[in-house]
């Protein structure tokens, strides 16, 4: 009967030990609330902790890199070139207590990071011209194809003044100082692809065909050329032929 008597009260113990206990590992941090105020300072190490069971929660936030993965948009350059430009970052929660106090999860952050990452990609984007946001350098394109160079004087690409790598580290400063208050840390924003809309790509495609046939009717007028050179000589040496004989 007395064992039977202590079963209740052990069970309530281990119960309220089970609530009381939480971990966290490598990968999270933990913030705790009581009745939906944070207290205490976060727990960012890994190992086993302690609560209040019923009254205080324990609030999970990854600390490891998080992707953010902009929509495509079309956006004009200085130029007045329109492009659709398509971007994406990384991210982590380096302050968590202000994290939940401010974004409280990682739904609401993709949603401040759509309001601040995109709207200062299009400020960049716009401030420069279509070959600062395609290029890094000036470095000479490894590529060869005879008669190229015809082409190149037609449609210039102009010179690299500051590229694309001083472009997005602009557009991921920009958003950092928006984002500091969020206890959100921006790792690194990459442009992912760049295209033509639609009507300036087909423009494009025909400014390339053209100059393409252009270096074709040179080599075809210097093939011109090079066959009449050749019979000239087969009709002169046949007349040498003729009358040595």
Known sequence: MKFKALIIPIAIVLIALYSAAYTV????????????????????????????????????????????????????TLDKTFIWVDT???WKIVEP??????ASNVTNAL?????????????????YSLIETVRMT????????????????????????????KITKGIMGQAQSKLSRFGIELVDVKIKRLNYVEEVRKAVYGRMIAERKQVAEKF??????EARK?????VREMKRITSEA
């Open 97 to 102: 207590l202000k994290f939940f106090e401010t």
């Open 138 to 165: 000036n470095r000479e394109l490894d590529t060869f194809e005879a008669g190229i160079d015809e082409a190149k004087e037609i449609s210039p690409l102009g010179e690299v003044k500051i590229g694309r790598a």
């Open 111 to 127: 949603g401040r990071l759509d309001d601040i990452i995109g709207p200062a990609v299009r400020n960049f984007v716009t401030s």
């Open 230 to 234: 050749i019979e000239g000589n087969k």
């Open 220 to 225: 075809r007028s210097e093939g011109k050329g």
């Open 25 to 76: 590992d490598e990968t999270e941090q933990v913030v705790i609330t009581q009745f939906g105020k944070a207290i205490g300072n976060p727990k960012t190490g890994a190992g086993l902790y302690f609560k209040i069971p019923i009254i205080q929660r324990a609030n999970y936030f990854p600390k490891n890199l998080l992707e953010w993965d902009g929509d495509p948009g079309q956006i004009p």
């Open 88 to 90: 994406f970052a990384r």
